[in-house]
């Protein structure tokens, strides 16, 4: 068995001569990887850079099994709700509380009337990025730094704060946000796009200033066929057997793009980060976790005829 193994290990080894390719590195355009993104909020250190911090801002700070990535979205088994497998606790009825971006009287009557429901696409989003609900209460997790009222469990994040209870994305607010765009969607903004208060910050329900979600592109397109393609471009999902548009219309959230966030500053793993990982154009152009290029408005111009 061990002279086996040793005949295997120096064909390999004869092959990995001969083909220098098979010591490169994996093609940097092949990488689709959400470890390497902010959206991996384990307490691993693959991304990690002693000058920048860690490239996100969130990781998980309890030992043990918080080292997995796809748990902090889904779960292989008891998920809630059921599609996408997901894990995040779930308020039930909170579908209803957000406001979308319905008043506009340019709209269609179907985008007028678009609505979302606790298994739409865009709820798992929304579960991290309306801005109050929780990042760290996990419906189904084999690891806890603390148990809720419900009995979900609750892991420890690190970052802006610590200590073992709920984090929501609106508690970054330290002051006004001025500088920059903060992933909190359902905060409630002044004119000039700051966030005004730390409960502004929280308030968690208003999208009516971000792009309309939750409905038909079928049915608005044909109620404005000058202004919406036929059919989106190559690469732009619609969702469910109406082809509704969803936030991961225009994002990807697994997609790997090459970059991080420390605070408020982009870090470019390439140059900053001392990781094999190096990005090609075509995947910093999908910057942050788009389903294609945004390159000279290519994603929009994937939809709209303007
Ligand atoms: C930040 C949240 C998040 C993380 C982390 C995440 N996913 Fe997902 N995943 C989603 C969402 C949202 C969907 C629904 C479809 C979509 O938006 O792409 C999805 C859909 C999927 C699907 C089905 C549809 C598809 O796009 O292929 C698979 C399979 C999947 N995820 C696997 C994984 C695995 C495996 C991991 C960990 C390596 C992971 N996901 C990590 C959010 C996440
Ligand atoms: C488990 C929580 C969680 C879920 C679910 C989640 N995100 Fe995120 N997302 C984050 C965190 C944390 C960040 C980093 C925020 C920061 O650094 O301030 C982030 C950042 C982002 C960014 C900005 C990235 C950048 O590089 O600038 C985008 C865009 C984004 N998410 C889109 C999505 C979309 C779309 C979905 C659903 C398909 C989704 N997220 C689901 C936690 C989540
Ligand atoms: C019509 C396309 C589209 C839809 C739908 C969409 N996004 Fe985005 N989103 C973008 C683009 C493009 C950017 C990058 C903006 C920039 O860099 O200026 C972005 C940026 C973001 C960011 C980074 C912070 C910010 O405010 O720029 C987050 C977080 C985010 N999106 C989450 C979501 C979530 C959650 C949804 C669903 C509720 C959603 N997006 C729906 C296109 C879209
Ligand atoms: C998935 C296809 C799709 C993509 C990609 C997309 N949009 Fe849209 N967008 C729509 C649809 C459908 C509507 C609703 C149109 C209607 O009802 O008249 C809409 C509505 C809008 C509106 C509101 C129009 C109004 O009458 O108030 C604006 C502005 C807009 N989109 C801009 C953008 C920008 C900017 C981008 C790129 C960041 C983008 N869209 C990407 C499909 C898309």
């Known amino acids: 068995?061990?002279?086996?193994?040793?005949?295997?290990?120096?064909?390999?080894?004869?092959?990995?001569?001969?083909?220098?390719?098979?010591?490169?590195?994996?093609?940097?355009?092949?990488?689709?990887?959400?470890?390497?993104?902010?959206?991996?909020l384990s307490n691993n250190t693959l991304?990690?850079?002693?000058?920048?911090?860690?490239?996100?801002?969130?990781?998980?700070?309890?030992?043990?099994?918080a080292d997995q990535v796809c748990v902090f979205c889904h779960t292989p088994h008891n998920a809630s709700p059921s599609k996408p497998l997901w894990n995040k606790a779930y308020t039930p009825g909170i579908e209803s509380s957000?406001?979308?971006?319905?008043?506009?009287?340019?709209l269609t009557p179907t985008a007028k009337a678009a609505t979302i429901t606790a298994n739409?696409?865009?709820?798992?989003?929304?579960?991290?990025?309306?801005?109050?609900?929780?990042?760290?209460?996990?419906?189904?997790?084999?690891?806890?730094?603390?148990?809720?009222?419900?009995?979900?469990?609750?892991?420890?994040?690190?970052?802006?704060?610590?200590?073992?209870?709920a984090f929501a994305l609106g508690q970054q607010w330290s002051g006004g946000f001025t500088s920059y765009n903060y992933p909190n969607l359902g905060a409630e903004r002044s004119a000039?796009?700051?966030?005004?208060?730390?409960?502004a910050s929280l308030a968690g329900t208003n999208l009516t200033d971000d792009h309309p979600i939750g409905?038909?592109?079928?049915?608005?397109?044909?109620?404005?066929?000058?202004?919406?393609?036929?059919s989106p471009d190559t690469g732009i999902r619609l969702f469910g057997p109406t082809n509704r548009v969803e936030?991961?219309?225009?994002?990807?959230?697994?997609?790997?793009?090459?970059?991080?966030?420390?605070?408020?500053?982009?870090?470019?793993?390439d140059t900053d980060i001392t990781t094999p990982l190096v990005a090609t154009a075509t995947q910093k152009a999908k910057t942050p976790f788009l389903s294609i290029s945004n390159t000279g408005s290519n994603l929009c111009k994937g939809c709209h005829i303007k």
């Open 120 to 165: 739409s696409e865009s709820m798992i989003c929304l579960s991290c990025h309306d801005g109050k609900t929780a990042i760290n209460v996990l419906h189904n997790s084999s690891y806890r730094d603390n148990t809720d009222v419900n009995g979900d469990a609750i892991v420890d994040i690190d970052g802006t704060f610590s200590g073992s209870g």
């Open 1 to 40: 068995m061990l002279s086996r193994t040793i005949n295997v290990l120096s064909v390999l080894s004869a092959v990995m001569l001969t083909s220098s390719i098979v010591f490169a590195l994996p093609d940097a355009s092949t990488v689709t990887d959400v470890r390497y993104t902010v959206h991996n």
């Open 192 to 199: 000039d796009g700051s966030i005004p208060t730390l409960a």
């Open 247 to 269: 936030c991961s219309s225009c994002h990807n959230p697994h997609v790997y793009y090459g970059s991080g966030l420390a605070g408020s500053t982009r870090v470019y793993f």
């Open 98 to 106: 957000y406001r979308l971006y319905t008043s506009s009287k340019t």
């Open 47 to 65: 991304i990690t850079d002693g000058l920048a911090g860690e490239g996100r801002n969130y990781a998980a700070s309890s030992s043990g099994q």
């Open 215 to 230: 409905f038909s592109y079928t049915a608005a397109q044909a109620q404005d066929a000058a202004g919406l393609k036929a």
